[in-house]
């Protein structure tokens, strides 16, 4: 491969890892808050948490630049200790983050809310802590939805092109993640060079799902193996 398609894909691989990351732990926190919250404002603070899903991406890469930019709130904090965000490979990173964020929220959410809540309230009473109910029941207990919601954030992050062009801009070897390469590749009318990176893409999703519906599949056996272990110890007892 030549630099042409090298770069982007190193990118777009640094900012999907980075950003789906991130995305995971600022989801579950969100998503395992709210599904336990019932105070005043939730449906705002909802909604808040799904408004990127169904504003247009430039909207939302504009409202970043409003905040990032040199004369934005956290751009004029940030340029106390002379640093910047916009046009940088960060600003991929946030961007493909805040895109992300409504669908791993919105699913883990959802896988949240099924979970028994006296499980929970038996091990708090037994002496375990929240945070190790969290991470020793609740999770587990969601993670068959919390790892689709973490490859619906992974696909999102990949795909991520509006937002990250305002706020990122196309600079080569910098910021040209791969969907803002194939737009740029079009309009330059190299058609060919667009098509290599649009299989790039399927392929990098293709992998991804694959993997996960693979490891879902072994952790689902493994769970069925131990149910039935318990069920044959239970009436050999």
């Known amino acids: ?56 991406p430039t909207v939302v890469g504009l409202g970043l630049l409003l905040l990032f930019g040199n004369h934005g709130p956290i751009g004029n904090f940030l340029a106390l200790f002379d640093m910047t965000v916009i046009f940088s490979w960060p600003a991929t990173v946030i961007s493909a ?40 029941i609740t999770l587990p207990l969601a993670w068959p939805g919390v790892a689709a919601a973490t490859v619906l954030a992974l696909a999102r992050a990949l795909g991520e092109f509006g937002a990250t062009l305002m706020l990122a801009g196309n600079i080569p070897g910098k910021t040209t993640t791969i969907p803002i390469a194939i737009y740029f590749d079009i309009q330059a009318g190299d058609t060919n060079q667009a098509l290599i990176l649009v299989g790039v893409v399927l392929m990098i999703a293709f992998a991804s799902l694959a993997a996960i519906a693979y490891w879902k599949g072994k952790t689902y056996k493994a769970r069925i193996e131990v149910v039935n272990r318990e069920n044959v110890e239970q009436e050999a007892g």
Do not use: C, H
């Not at 809310?113 to 006296?118: G, L």
């Open 97 to 136: 983050t805040v895109m992300a964020f409504p669908l791993m929220y919105m699913t883990a959410r959802g896988a949240f809310e099924q979970v028994d809540s006296q499980i929970e309230d038996a091990a708090r009473i037994l002496g375990a802590t929240d945070w190790r109910v969290f991470w020793t």
């Open 1 to 56: 491969m030549t630099e042409a398609y090298l770069s982007p894909l190193w990118i777009s691989l640094k900012t999907v890892i980075a950003a789906t990351v991130l995305t995971f732990f600022l989801g579950i926190s969100a998503a395992r808050w709210m599904a336990r919250y019932s105070g005043k404002g939730k449906n705002l603070i909802d909604g808040l948490f799904i408004l990127p899903l169904v504003l247009p």
